[in-house]
């Protein structure tokens, strides 16, 4: 890590952080999740595992970093040397390089789609049944795969700038749009006929829908929309000033991924049942249901346009964080430029992406225990290997950290948090690690 590097204010870092939770965890992925999942009663899941786990762990990677003032693979270092616990550095590593793989590919789906919506503003095109729309889109192997690239290079570009000039200037501006937008497109969502059925489906919970692989996947959402058990937060928090507070921006970061979750269960669900599609639809779901409630509003296609855009820039605020930590680790290792590493490591992600890219078209017929490449990534990652990062930095940060440090660096710039330290402690050391192993066991059928 380049020793320049840090975030210029306390918002900045909140809103870097809350656009590296936020994302497609939130945005793309949470509605259709929950869909297949069973509604109201994963929604319940996933808060208790958010506010219990997520948050915990998010403060635990903020301590590690701020303490220490160093990336994901030399914090625990120099917290641990000579030991094996830097592993779970490049195992976040390892992870956000995977996870960015086939995340760049939703990234160019959305290009595409911007693509689409202008061609239809100028009358180029006009596309109206946009179920047949995804499918064409993710079926079409060379437009998929330059729109992959796109992505990769805007994200490159932006990293490779660093993190003031890059990553928490446009960060300022485009998370506060996206939550405006969201408010309009609920209003109208919620305007529509039949519309109280999607809410019943979203908030009400039914447990008899709950299945072992909900709860699993449940924890497994709360991590991906967290962006916790993969070091991104780590670090992140190493470029923030010793005189702020962490619980602040714990706090704002959780409630805010909470709040833009809720946002897109309400934009989404009850025009799910308005417009007559299953919620059960997958991750085509967004890009099926959204365009088709914009056009119930007047200058609909505007704001579509709108829309994609800014959900284009907060999937790319997470792009940021997956290959930053790549890029931070290396440059700190290995001493080589910022730039230099950003596009070798960008380039590297754009050909692992590639299969993934093609899962829906020419690799369509290679499946893993039933699952496409696309969908094997995105299992692999948000359900083994998130929540193995998670069970690790638990316990190497309530076993192995010093607690005079933890607590320290929890009150740091706070007063009267003895209580909030000495739970968020006891559910570091004991309640989280145990629901990890018991989820982790239960999805395998082994209690």
């Given at each position: 890590?380049?020793?320049?590097?840090?975030?210029?204010?306390?918002?900045g870092?909140?809103?870097a952080?809350?656009g590296?939770?936020?994302?497609l965890?939130?945005?793309?992925?949470l509605?259709?999740?929950t869909?297949?999942?069973?509604g109201?009663?994963?929604?319940?899941?996933?808060?208790?595992?958010?506010?219990?786990?997520?948050?915990?762990?998010?403060?635990?990677?903020?301590?590690?970093?701020?303490?220490?003032?160093?990336?994901?693979?030399?914090?625990y270092?120099t917290?641990?040397?000579?030991?094996?616990?830097?592993?779970?550095?490049?195992?976040?590593?390892?992870?956000?390089?995977?996870?960015?793989?086939f995340?760049?590919?939703?990234?160019?789906?959305?290009?595409?789609?911007?693509?689409?919506?202008v061609?239809?503003?100028?009358?180029?095109?006009?596309?109206?049944?946009?179920?047949?729309?995804?499918?064409?889109?993710v079926?079409?192997?060379?437009?998929v795969?330059?729109?992959?690239?796109?992505?990769?290079?805007?994200t490159?570009?932006?990293?490779a700038?660093?993190?003031?000039k890059g990553?928490?200037?446009i960060?300022?501006?485009?998370?506060p749009?996206?939550?405006?937008?969201?408010?309009?497109l609920?209003f109208?969502?919620?305007?529509?006929?039949?519309?109280?059925?999607?809410?019943s489906?979203?908030?009400?919970?039914?447990?008899?829908?709950?299945?072992?692989d909900?709860?699993?996947?449940?924890?497994?959402?709360?991590?991906?929309?967290?962006?916790?058990?993969?070091?991104?937060?780590?670090?992140?928090?190493?470029?923030?000033?010793?005189?702020?507070s962490?619980?602040?921006?714990?706090?704002?970061?959780v409630?805010?991924?909470?709040?833009?979750?809720?946002?897109?269960?309400?934009?989404?669900?009850?025009a799910?049942f308005?417009?007559?599609?299953?919620?059960t639809?997958?991750?085509?779901?967004?890009?099926?249901?959204?365009?088709s409630?914009?056009?119930?509003i007047m200058?609909?296609?505007?704001?579509?346009?709108?829309?994609?855009?800014?959900?284009?820039?907060?999937?790319?605020?997470?792009?940021?964080?997956?290959?930053?930590?790549?890029?931070?680790?290396?440059?700190?290792?290995?001493?080589?430029g910022?730039?230099?590493?950003?596009?070798?490591?960008?380039?590297?992600?754009?050909?692992v992406?590639?299969?993934?890219?093609?899962?829906?078209?020419?690799?369509?017929?290679?499946?893993?225990?039933?699952?496409?490449?696309?969908?094997?990534?995105?299992?692999?990652?948000?359900?083994?290997?998130?929540?193995?990062?998670?069970?690790?930095?638990?316990?190497?940060?309530?076993f192995?950290m010093?607690?005079d440090?933890?607590r320290?660096?929890?009150?740091?710039?706070?007063?009267?948090?003895?209580?909030i330290?000495?739970?968020?402690?006891l559910?570091?050391?004991?309640v989280?690690?145990?629901?990890?192993?018991i989820?982790?066991?239960?999805?395998?059928?082994?209690?």
């Amino acid at each position: 890590m380049q020793q320049d590097e840090q975030w210029s204010s306390k918002i900045g870092f909140i809103l870097a952080s809350a656009g590296s939770a936020i994302g497609l965890g939130a945005i793309w992925k949470l509605p259709y999740v929950t869909g297949m999942s069973g509604g109201g009663a994963f929604i319940l899941l996933f808060l208790i595992f958010s506010l219990l786990i997520g948050f915990p762990l998010l403060l635990g990677e903020f301590v590690i970093g701020r303490s220490t003032g160093k990336e994901a693979i030399s914090a625990y270092k120099t917290i641990a040397p000579r030991t094996k616990w830097h592993w779970i550095g490049y195992l976040g590593v390892f992870t956000c390089f995977l996870l960015l793989s086939f995340y760049s590919v939703i990234g160019g789906w959305i290009i595409q789609y911007l693509y689409y919506n202008v061609a239809d503003l100028v009358g180029a095109s006009s596309n109206v049944d946009y179920e047949a729309l995804f499918g064409s889109t993710v079926s079409n192997p060379v437009p998929v795969v330059i729109s992959q690239g796109i992505f990769l290079v805007i994200t490159i570009y932006v990293v490779a700038r660093g993190v003031q000039k890059g990553i928490e200037q446009i960060s300022k501006i485009l998370m506060p749009a996206l939550f405006i937008l969201f408010i309009i497109l609920i209003f109208r969502s919620l305007t529509l006929n039949n519309a109280m059925e999607g809410i019943s489906f979203f908030l009400k919970p039914d447990f008899s829908r709950l299945t072992s692989d909900s709860i699993l996947y449940a924890m497994g959402q709360s991590f991906f929309s967290l962006s916790v058990g993969v070091s991104v937060m780590v670090t992140y928090s190493s470029y923030l000033s010793k005189k702020e507070s962490i619980l602040q921006p714990a706090l704002s970061v959780v409630f805010m991924n909470l709040f833009i979750s809720l946002l897109a269960g309400l934009a989404i669900f009850p025009a799910v049942f308005s417009l007559g599609f299953e919620p059960t639809a997958g991750p085509g779901l967004l890009f099926i249901v959204l365009p088709s409630v914009f056009d119930q509003i007047m200058f609909g296609k505007w704001f579509l346009l709108f829309f994609l855009a800014l959900f284009l820039f907060a999937t790319l605020t997470s792009a940021f964080s997956m290959l930053e930590i790549v890029v931070a680790a290396l440059t700190s290792k290995k001493g080589k430029g910022r730039t230099a590493t950003s596009w070798m490591m960008g380039a590297a992600i754009f050909l692992v992406g590639i299969p993934s890219a093609l899962s829906f078209s020419t690799l369509s017929d290679i499946t893993f225990f039933g699952k496409s490449i696309f969908d094997s990534a995105d299992f692999l990652v948000s359900n083994i290997l998130m929540p193995t990062g998670a069970l690790f930095i638990s316990i190497f940060v309530s076993f192995k950290m010093k607690k005079d440090l933890l607590r320290s660096e929890l009150i740091q710039g706070s007063k009267g948090l003895n209580l909030i330290f000495t739970v968020w402690f006891l559910l570091m050391r004991f309640v989280v690690p145990v629901v990890i192993i018991i989820v982790f066991l239960d999805s395998l059928e082994l209690i």
